[in-house]
Every structure is written in C-alpha cells, then in structure tokens.
C-alpha cells in the first residue's frame, strides 16, 4: 500500500468484537490492521460477485455440496 495514499480509519466498536479482532490477528500472527483490512477484502470480493448475480457466500468441505450459505450480506 502506498502510505502517500493511506487513511486512517477510526471506529468504534463492542468489546465482542475487540475481541474477536485481537483473536484473529493472534491466531493469524498478523495484526489488528491486517485483520480489518482482510475482511473489508472478503466484503469487497462479495459485493462484486453479487454484482454478478451471485448474492450468497457459501461455505463447503466437499466441493459438490454446499454445506452453509449466508444470504443478505450486502
């Protein structure tokens, strides 16, 4: 990322979410920043397929089965 064109972002949010951030930067070994910018990726990547029609995030073990799926993201 260009620093020349970096913004900082302040938010407030609950504990349970401090929380959550700190344990996905630990579990990740990346930080609070990396954490946040990584799920902004997903939102992004989401809002582009459904751009394409596809308006569900699915989650599968085995490729030929869709075994969660969650709707209304976006």
Do not use: P, W, Y
């Not at 064109?5 to 930067?25: E, G």
């Not at 990740?28 to 596809?54: C, H, N, P, W, Y």
């Amino acid at each position: 990322m260009d620093n020349a064109s970096a913004k900082r972002l302040s938010i407030i949010i609950s504990d349970d979410l401090d929380r959550l951030i700190d344990d996905l930067a630990s579990e990740a070994g990346t930080s609070r920043t990396d954490i946040v910018r990584r799920a902004l990726a997903v939102m992004k990547a989401f809002k582009q397929q459904k751009e394409k029609g596809r308006g569900h995030i699915g989650f599968v073990e085995d490729a030929r089965k869709l075994d969660v799926e969650i709707v209304n993201v976006l």
